[in-house]
């Protein structure tokens, strides 16, 4: 499997994340919502480390990689979270899917040899991306300042391109699972200390818990989709990909909700799949 497929793989799964995440962060606590997808997440990881005999020791640089993506995983899902909550989805989902600029740039950055054309189709996925989303957001309901809810979207997008990074890195030194599992370790034990400190809601209400189990199995999968890419070549396109995650939501539910689409939002998918039909020459 290559990293566009991974990127695929996980851009539907954080598309249904994200999907959830609006609608829930109007009904439950936030902080309930995070806790329950990340600790979800980690059982999942754990149960599918378990059924493949996945455990191996992580030592060395990889394991400082592994709790440095772990920081930026915590960064990335509060700052999704409060950006979402805030609103609205046409301001915050092309900033949060600008993430790949930068792990393309930090790829560069390492050694990485991005030519012109390449960055030009990460580019076009980005605006292409950007237009659906963009469009596909026609509430006319007040939204709070504008101001913060950039700023939580940027950190999300930062968060990300850290976490991809580091992790890709970690996993391509060791292994894609057990580096994954100190990651996510991590990030729970942040959480819950980041609750306590604020006193903030562990419990999400018997109502939400189906839904945030069901979104914690997705995160699962596609943060190991892309993270296990670190183990193959060009790992920094399954993140570029994965940033898809908003426009294959959006055509989904033109092909199963029959929602419409607009001739401009079907220029901007076909710009976003040349140039993932690029990255995979």
């Not at 329950?36 to 999942?44: K, S, Y």
């Not at 020791?57 to 990689?65: K, R």
């Not at 908003?246 to 092909?255: D, K, N, Y």
């Not at 401009?264 to 995979?280: E, K, M, N, R, S």
Request: net charge neutral; with cysteine; hydrophobic share 55%.
């Amino acid at each position: 499997m290559n990293t566009l497929v991974l990127g695929m793989i996980a851009a539907l799964c954080w598309g249904f994340h994200d999907i959830c995440v609006r609608f829930l962060s109007q009904k439950t606590p936030l902080s309930a919502c995070i806790f329950t997808v990340l600790l979800t997440g980690l059982i999942f990881h754990l149960g599918l480390m378990g059924a493949t005999g996945g455990f191996a020791p992580v030592e060395g640089e990889a394991l400082w990689l592994s709790l440095g993506a772990g920081v930026f995983f915590v960064v990335a899902t509060f700052g999704l979270y409060f950006a979402f909550e805030r609103g609205p989805v046409r301001l915050v989902a092309p900033l949060i899917a600008a993430y790949p600029i930068l792990s393309v740039g930090l790829a560069a950055a390492s050694g990485t040899v991005i030519t012109p054309l390449q960055w030009a189709a990460v580019l076009g996925i980005v605006f292409g991306v950007a237009i659906v989303a963009a469009l596909s957001d026609t509430s006319t309901d007040g939204a709070p300042p504008k101001g913060p809810t950039v700023l939580f979207s940027l950190i999300a997008a930062v968060g990300f391109a850290g976490t991809f990074a580091l992790g890709q890195h970690a996993a391509d030194l060791s292994s894609e699972m057990p580096s994954t599992l100190i990651t996510r370790l991590l990030a729970v034990g942040l959480t819950v200390l980041i609750l306590l400190v604020f006193k903030l809601p562990f419990w999400p209400g018997k109502r939400a818990l189906p839904l945030l189990i069901a979104m914690g199995v997705a995160d699962g999968i596609a943060l190991l989709c892309v993270l296990s890419a670190g183990r193959l070549p060009d790992p920094q396109y399954a993140a570029v990909t994965s940033s898809m995650f908003g426009l294959l939501t959006i055509l989904l539910a033109w092909l199963l909700l029959k929602e419409r689409m607009s001739a401009t939002q079907w220029g901007g998918c076909i710009v976003a799949f040349c140039g993932v039909g690029y990255l995979a020459l």
